[in-house]
């Protein structure tokens, strides 16, 4: 997937790695992506990584968007 620098603004986005980052990846974009890349999120990574990240101490998401990623992972 080639990722938008408007959804990475911080970083270069040809530098991101889908697996050493998946973290940062599924947070973003969960958080600011369009429809395609929120399916490509669902698509590459397991169910249960996404559901795990939800979870992490920290994560980057606004509660509303947390809590309905977390409905929609059970």
Known sequence: MKFRQALFWDTNPKKIDVKKHARYIIERILEFGQPKEVGWVFKYY????IK????????????????LWSLLTK
Do not use: M
Not at 61 to 66: A, D, E, G, V
């Open 46 to 49: 397991p169910k249960s990584v």
């Open 52 to 67: 795990k990240t939800l979870h992490l101490p920290r994560v980057q998401l606004n509660p509303r968007s947390k809590a």
